[in-house]
């Protein structure tokens, strides 16, 4: 979503220096490094959507083989892992 609205926030000047720095080595701005921590720490969803996501998860009709089958397939032999 593009940024819309515009909000100054005063940083010390040691956490702007160090915003700054961690933004240039991931090679993006201080602004969107702000944004996505907030998105991350307070766009989150609810626990209310989290439960309804659950919900139409169980309402979905996907082939699913038994539990004995899904272990076999997801965890490796221990020859699998030798060369």
Known sequence: ??????????????????LSRLAAQTGTSLGDLVRTACERVYA??????KLAAVR?????QLPVGSTRRMKRESAPQPGD???
């Open 44 to 49: 989150a969803p609810s626990k209310n959507e």
């Open 1 to 18: 979503m593009p940024a819309s609205k515009k909000t100054t926030i005063l940083f010390s000047p040691e956490l702007h220096g160090r």
């Open 56 to 60: 139409r998860l169980t309402t979905l």
């Open 81 to 83: 892992l030798l060369p």
